[in-house]
């Protein structure tokens, strides 16, 4: 989509960086431990060129980096950089929303490591402490 | 994107209901109030018969639904549903991950419409009350 870098919006610009679901759940993935070119085609089912072409750009956009894991032959590996660990929320965003409105049989849960309870994310505003939704928004240019 | 909605996992059961950046623009400019077909095309710039198919797919998902403002000629426009207004996390979480990665200059700006402070979207889990990715998650069939 293009053009999307220049409009007067935050929400714009970064959807022009990851603004399609391949790239979306290629960061999904990565946050669950994948690494490997194989092991993002096997989770995602995904064509080989479009994943090429999806790593390429999340490493071009700064949200991955390649590691060299071997030598001989020379294979990368893709890990998370600090921006790529910033997604997380926006994952967990579409995770909650998801948990009201889709089916939620059967599928994969995200539990507190510690306490073992399953996360239910809520987006405050750090200012006012109140849940994004529950006060009034003013948009300014 | 297919088969999306057979995974056992929530976001990408979301990403097959949301997962373009037009859909995301849309529901962006409908919390900003934007309602009409051509309020719509103008704030976008987007392809019509695109437009006419991403304001299908969302009133058919259930995300926005259509209400007639106009008798003759018949005319509807498009509001938000509960499931639309709950999408509004994942579009702050964008909007976050965009202050701190993206070039954040000239871009409109989202204000706590009482304090006048620009909100600073945090997601935290309900449980424990920790902001995402300051504690482990286990992710679990």
Redesign the interface.
């Known amino acids: ?1 293009k ?3 220049a409009q ?10 990851v ?4 790239s ?2 290629i960061l ?1 993935d990565a946050h ?1 431990g994948l690494t490997r070119f194989d092991q993002f085609r096997r989770s995602l ?1 995904i064509v080989p060129t479009m994943l090429t072409k999806r790593l390429a750009a999340l490493t071009q956009d ?1 949200l991955l980096e390649t590691r060299r894991y071997n030598d001989r032959p020379p294979r990368d590996e893709y890990v998370l950089t600090q ?1 790529g ?20 049989s ?12 399953e ?10 402490g109140a849940p ?2 529950t ?7």
């Not at 007067?8 to 960086?17: E, F, G, T, V």
């Not at 603004?19 to 391949?22: Q, V």
């Not at 910033?86 to 089916?103: E, F, K, R």
Request: aromatic share 6%.
């Open positions: 989509m053009n999307l870098e007067p919006c935050l929400i714009a610009r970064s959807l022009s960086l603004g399609d679901a391949w979306m759940l999904r669950s089912g700064g921006s660990r910033d997604y997380l929320p926006v994952l967990l965003a579409i995770q909650g929303w998801g948990q009201a409105h889709c089916n939620a059967d599928v994969t849960r995200f539990l507190d490591d510690e306490t073992g309870i996360i239910e994310p809520v987006m405050i505003d750090k200012h006012t994004i939704g006060r009034a928004i003013r948009i300014t240019a």
